[in-house]
Structures are given as structure tokens and as C-alpha cells.
């Protein structure tokens, strides 16, 4: 099964291409919450967790500030690699 392309909706991903896409990004699964997986950068860490209808992201950066943004599956896996990975 490959990846579709970066400009279809993350609703149109079957399961093991979004979990896929995560562990290309360095994420890794929470073991006993299967939905929710971590991020870790130099600057930032978050958790996502991935809802019915969203992806939660709770960013916590290196100065102790958090932010808590939510993004529906209808954007392009191009468009969240953008506003999720490059924050």
C-alpha cells in the first residue's frame, strides 16, 4: 500500500498510512492510549491525539509555554505536515 499524494485530505488515508505518516515524522504511540502519539524537537515537544473528527496537538516548548491547536482531517496531509511539523 503506498502513501497517497501530500494534497489528498487525511480522511481519505487508510489508518496504517496515517500511522505511517506519523512515525516518518519521528512520532511515536503512546502504548496503552493507541490514539495519542509524541513528538519531540528541539525546540517543542507535543502529543497528538487523534479524535473522530480532529488531531489534537498540545505543543509544549522549551520556555514552559503550551498551545493547544485542533485540525480536521479535511486538510491535505501537505497543509498539516505544514501547520503540525513545522511549528
Not at 504511540?29 to 513528538?39: A, G, I, K, L, P
Not at 497528538?48 to 509555554?65: H, P
Amino acid at each position: 500500500m503506498s502513501m497517497p499524494p501530500d494534497s489528498t485530505p487525511l480522511f481519505k488515508h487508510p489508518l496504517p498510512m496515517l500511522e505511517l505518516w506519523l512515525e516518518e515524522h519521528g512520532c511515536t504511540r503512546d502504548r496503552d492510549m493507541q490514539n495519542r502519539w509524541y513528538c519531540d524537537r528541539s525546540d517543542w515537544k507535543a502529543e497528538l491525539t487523534l479524535e473522530e473528527t480532529t488531531i489534537d496537538v498540545r505543543y509544549t516548548y522549551t520556555s514552559g509555554e503550551t498551545k493547544t491547536l485542533s485540525f480536521p482531517y479535511s486538510l491535505s496531509r501537505q497543509d498539516l505536515d505544514a501547520a503540525i511539523f513545522e511549528e
